[in-house]
């Protein structure tokens, strides 16, 4: 029984030293390139990059390629500035999470076309798309985001654009199981955009929720759906501030 009981905890032993895990601590004095080598270089099967507070200007793009988790120690210390750079996170895996962060002065702080995004307790400002999610279709949908607890203010003015923008497609399910939960959004155009960028495109959608968000359209629409089709099933509005020219502007 002792021998039996020893070889059960080696095997529990061997079993948690093969999830792996990386914690890398970032300060100012980082670059974006030594950033970019951690995502590239890194095997482990968990990834964590913590920002220090502090200033990190002017940045380049971020390129997103494996599951990660990148948060600031504490929410709105560290904070990205630039006046020059386009895009800061450029997503392309699942199950990534961005936290805690300042983004201002790019036009785009995230953009993803993967699924399984969590973007939280952020303070973004941006003149373009602050947060930009495309599908380009069934095997490549937008699923699994949550939105939450952020501060987004976007001055983009662009028709069929928003300050967070899921650009779908109308052929089948390509935006579902998505949520925005205690947000304070703000666009020129619209505060959320759900279409495919065109006039007369809806998308096919399931199961979106807006919870708890205070959202505005300064001169549209605080959210702006393209759901006429008849693929657009459970979208969920609770104990939501939503105001712009129509409030709600529900295509259906």
């Known amino acids: 029984k002792p021998i039996i009981f020893v070889m059960c905890v080696l095997f529990i032993f061997l079993a948690l030293s093969s999830v ?26 968990d990834l964590v990059i913590s920002f220090d507070d502090g200033e990190y200007v002017d940045w380049g793009q971020l390129n997103i390629s494996r ?6 120690k504490n929410r709105g210390g560290a904070k990205f500035t630039t006046s020059s750079v386009d895009t800061l996170f450029n997503i392309n895996a699942t199950n990534v999470k961005i936290i805690n962060l300042t983004i201002s002065g790019y036009a785009t702080a995230i953009k993803s076309n993967c699924s399984d995004l969590t973007v939280s307790d952020n303070n973004i400002t941006t003149s373009g798309v602050s947060i930009n999610l495309s599908s380009s ?9 949550v939105i939450k607890d952020n501060i987004i203010k976007s ?13 779908g497609k109308s052929t089948d399910k390509t935006v579902f199981d998505v949520l925005f939960s205690g947000n304070n959004i703000t666009g020129v155009s619209s505060g ?3 279409g495919d960028g065109s006039y007369n495109s809806p998308v096919s959608s399931a199961n ?3 919870e708890n968000n205070n ?28 105001t712009g ?8």
Do not use: C, K, M
């Not at 792996?20 to 099967?45: K, L």
């Not at 599951?67 to 600031?72: D, E, K, L, R, S």
């Not at 959210?223 to 657009?232: C, M």
């Open 137 to 145: 279709g069934s095997a490549n949908p937008i699923t699994g985001v």
């Open 155 to 167: 001055s983009i003015a662009t028709n069929y654009r928003g300050a967070v923008s899921l650009f």
């Open 208 to 210: 979106l929720v807006f």
């Open 192 to 194: 959320v955009y759900l």
């Open 67 to 72: 599951n990660a988790t990148i948060v600031g």
């Open 215 to 242: 959202i505005t359209g300064t001169s549209g629409s605080g959210v702006d759906l393209y759901a006429y089709s008849s693929n657009n099933t459970n979208i969920t509005f609770a104990n939501n501030n939503i």
């Open 20 to 45: 792996s895990a990386a914690n890398h601590d970032f300060t100012t004095v980082n670059t974006t390139e030594q950033f970019q080598s951690v995502i590239n270089n890194d095997n482990d099967n």
């Open 245 to 252: 020219t129509y409030g709600v502007y529900l295509y259906a």
